[in-house]
């Protein structure tokens, strides 16, 4: 038996390769799996007594796909040599459908990447009838194209219109859909998986591949007929609408189905691995690899948890507020087990808390991801109520009311008086420092922020913001009860509007600012969406709401005093907040927003702030747009605010959207090069204003030729 996959070969010739990689990790490809599965797979090949062969998992996933960290050392190869290396994972499948055997994938969990690669290198596809069982291939969602085979045999299998669209956007789907669409041969009960399998592998007889067979023709028609045409011409224009041309990968995967369905498959595997090379060893690919994989899931398992802290297991929290925010996070409570004292002010706005919670309940049963009971059994578990009181025996209370200091410190104090004295009382402010708050807290070492963003079902994000005097073992209890309802948490210090709402108020009022000097709305907000952001800085305006960013620019202003610089796009805002213009909530801000959804600029904007006769190009504004953002991320860093730039990715990505496909703003600072961005930036100073000076952390990268990764 060896360390990842082992045979046993059965007297009536019927072979079983398992895959079983060691301790906890799910079976993936790396250097040494495939050095095994290969030598497993060539020996039973050609040992002449085995007649047919099974592959399978002992594990609860099939396979997952490779091994990430294979791809973050690509570059300290060759092109070239890293080229014979994907070529070579080709060519093992290759060999594996070509070797004049039978060979029958029994899918017991989850095929993924290269896991799915394998399954449809096999000649038979049989997969354990089980609702969480997915497969894909999902590749472009890290930036990459399937590697190996992927792109070629998919559209073998089920043709180009549905490949296309499964590659492209890095879509899974459940066995059911796989059987409809033609790329499983059946399914069967769990049980019964390995001797269908077995069975499959002894009566299957002639074993080779549809496209290996004379005559054969690509499912739902060939590249050049009318469907081809169709197929190709609507991909390409689907991919442009949702990359806005800043993603590569999805284009090169349909460029690999393309080209590669009009010719033999064997030249086809060698244009898939020119794409999969080009793209490994594009900067923005490993960025969004390091990023999206490895971060997000050092962050979700608690990887920089403080150490010896004991796990702490919530049954029972409270959450005082039941409006936007406070029904979400108790709504995230109670979808993932714990019961919820949801507090307001009096009984029936809480009880309009459950309300709404009960919509979202609903709307995910509506949409499949929910049963009734499901959403029953959640629903009971949130109390409304509006005694303090209730709170008694939460381990944990969270904070959600309006964004008044006086408003917090009361209910800080309250419910302090209640819970017990090793309950944690969190603040979900999203810009008072939380060392201020906490001094309403009796005992401030158990106070900390958690910062929830809205709407709170659809964020993954939660900022864990450190107070002066917030303990060690209130960070690991209140790490534990983020991940304990679903989300992923990142660390930073205490400073007004902390990471988040400090970074990315940057691009809301920089683009704002732009409204001032003539540039036209409508450009500004297409160039925000060009560069790869969400919304546009005008949108984002609008639905942040500018009456609420007017309080908080008062109160900012308040509390700094003459220490306080005004941005030029401050007074724009004031100026729609004087007129009654909020924003989306009262249908009137940057933007007029009609009945039938549809929104159009204000169209008085404009004669109050006239558009220039010269627009500045696209490539300035992205620059700018992007650039604010980088800054203010570096003087975070420089003031010990955010401590990581792994932290500043995950964070910058999930809370706000920044460019995923730079890997966030941190990866963004380092494929932007700090020489470039210090030159960038002192110009953006010497035209906009100081705000674009470099703060002295760069000057010092720049210096020493430092990257934000390589430096710490």
């Not at 039938?596 to 004669?607: A, M, Q, S, V």
């Amino acid at each position: 038996m060896g360390t990842h996959v082992s045979t046993v070969v059965e007297p009536d010739g019927i072979a079983t390769l398992t895959w079983h990689s060691p301790g906890h990790q799910p079976n993936v490809f790396n250097g040494a799996s495939l050095a095994e599965f290969d030598a497993a797979i060539r020996e039973l090949l050609a040992n002449p007594v085995v007649k047919g062969i099974v592959i399978t998992s002992a594990k609860a996933d099939f396979i997952v796909g490779a091994d990430l960290l294979m791809l973050l050392g690509a570059r300290q190869l060759c092109r070239a040599e890293f080229f014979q290396r994907v070529r070579s994972m080709q060519q093992l499948l290759r060999d594996v459908e070509t070797g004049g055997k039978p060979v029958v994938a029994a899918i017991n969990g989850t095929a993924v990447g290269g896991g799915l690669e394998l399954t449809m290198a096999c000649h038979r596809r049989i997969a354990a009838d089980r609702a969480e069982l997915r497969l894909g291939l999902p590749e472009v969602t890290l930036g990459l194209l399937p590697g190996a085979g992927g792109t070629q045999r998919l559209p073998r299998l089920i043709g180009a219109r549905e490949a296309l669209g499964l590659i492209t956007q890095g879509k899974t789907i459940p066995v059911r859909k796989a059987l409809e669409l033609g790329l499983i041969h059946e399914i069967v009960p769990p049980e019964r998986l390995l001797e269908s399998a077995k069975q499959c592998a002894r009566t299957l007889g002639e074993a080779v591949q549809p496209w290996d067979k004379p005559g054969f023709r690509i499912p739902g028609g060939e590249v050049q007929s009318p469907q081809g045409a169709e197929t190709f011409i609507g991909a390409n224009a689907m991919i442009t609408r949702d990359t806005w041309g800043n993603y590569p990968a999805p284009r090169l995967a349909a460029h690999a189905i393309y080209h590669g369905l009009q010719m033999p498959i064997d030249q086809g595997f060698k244009v898939e691995a020119r794409g999969f090379v080009e793209l490994c060893f594009n900067p923005k690919t490993q960025a969004m690899v390091r990023t999206l994989f490895f971060s997000m899931g050092e962050a979700k398992r608690l990887k920089n948890r403080p150490k010896g802290v004991p796990t702490t297991q919530y049954t029972r929290v409270g959450v005082i507020g039941a409006g936007l925010m406070g029904h979400g996070i108790a709504h995230a409570a109670a979808i993932n087990g714990l019961d919820v004292m949801l507090v307001d002010v009096d009984r029936r706005a809480a009880e309009r808390g459950k309300e709404r919670i009960a919509g979202i309940f609903q709307d995910a049963v509506r949409k499949g991801r929910a049963s009734q009971a499901d959403l029953e059994t959640a629903l009971g578990r949130v109390h409304p109520t509006d005694s303090f009181a209730d709170l008694a025996g939460c381990d944990l209370v969270v904070e959600a009311v309006f964004e008044s200091r006086d408003l917090k410190y009361d209910v800080i104090r309250r419910a302090e008086g209640v819970v017990p004295p090793t309950a944690i009382v969190a603040s979900n402010t999203s810009t008072l420092p939380i060392s201020g708050l906490a001094s309403a807290s009796a005992r401030p070492e158990q106070f900390i922020g958690l910062h929830f963003f809205s709407p709170v079902e659809k964020m993954a994000l939660v900022e864990v913001i450190l107070g002066d005097r917030t303990g060690e073992a209130t960070l690991a209890r209140s790490l534990d009860f983020v991940k304990a309802i679903g989300k992923t948490p990142i660390v930073v210090r205490d400073g007004r509007g902390f990471f988040t709402s400090r970074v990315f108020g940057t691009y809301l009022v920089e683009g704002v600012a732009m409204v001032g000097e003539g540039v036209h709305p409508a450009l500004i907000d297409n160039v925000g969406r060009l560069a790869g952001m969400p919304m546009g800085s005008l949108t984002v305006a609008d639905m942040v709401n500018l009456d609420l960013s007017h309080k908080i620019r008062m109160q900012t202003k308040a509390d700094l005093g003459d220490k306080y610089v005004i941005h030029p796009g401050e007074p724009i805002m004031d100026f729609l907040v004087e007129r009654g213009r909020y924003g989306q909530k009262t249908r009137a801000g940057f933007y007029d927003y009609h009945e039938n959804g549809d929104k159009t600029l204000w169209p008085e904007l404009t004669r109050h702030f006239p558009v220039s006769a010269t627009q500045p190009s696209v490539a300035s504004l992205t620059r700018r747009l992007l650039h604010i953002q980088a800054i203010e991320t570096l003087r975070c860093l420089e003031e010990g605010v955010v401590t990581r730039p792994q932290d500043a990715d995950v964070g910058s990505i999930l809370g706000w959207g920044f460019c995923p496909f730079y890997g966030g703003v941190a990866s963004y600072i380092d494929i932007i090069g700090t020489k470039q961005l210090e030159r960038d930036c002192d110009e953006l100073a010497d035209r906009h204003g100081e705000r674009f000076r470099p703060p002295a952390l760069l000057r010092e990268m720049s210096r020493t030729e430092r990257s934000l990764y390589a430096a710490r």
